[in-house]
Nanobody, 124 residues
Framework: QAQLVESGGRWVPAGGSLRLSCAAS????????MGWFRQAPGKEREFVAA????????DYADSVKGRFTISRDKAKNTVYLQMSSLKREDTAVYYC?????????????????WGQGTLVTVSS
């Protein structure tokens, strides 16, 4: 099965920016709608953003609208999450996965095995 690999997470000051990447060598992301999810300490994993196969349609959680941008690169088989105006509440481990349109906001209906995620720590 696919092994998803997230990268780019690090410590960043509040108000800063960061770009996360999601890649997998065993699957072609172009075949799937892709989503980003996050899980803060002691909390449930939650939806962050999703992008259609073509990249023409995107969806965002209300908490990140206007601050985060999801994108994909067909040639690199990679999905990105550009984050800006980061807040302390954005601190979490961020994960990516393939999703279906009808259940794209539900982390329990993700299509592949979860990767290890990448930690984003936002503080002042």
């Amino acid at each position: 099965q696919a092994q998803l690999v997230e990268s780019g997470g690090r410590w960043v000051p509040a108000g800063g920016s960061l770009r996360l990447s999601c890649a997998a060598s065993s699957v072609t992301f172009n075949d799937y709608r892709m989503g980003w999810f996050r899980q803060a300490p002691g909390k449930e994993r939650e939806f962050v953003a999703a992008i259609s196969r073509s990249g023409d349609s995107t969806d965002y959680a209300d908490s990140v609208k206007g601050r985060f941008t999801i994108s994909r690169d067909k040639a690199k088989n990679t999905v990105y999450l550009q984050m800006s105006s980061l807040k302390r509440e954005d601190t979490a481990v961020y994960y990516c996965n393939a999703v279906r349109l009808a259940t794209m906001r539900d982390p329990y209906n993700a299509l592949h095995k979860w990767g290890q995620g990448t930690l984003v720590t936002v503080s002042s």
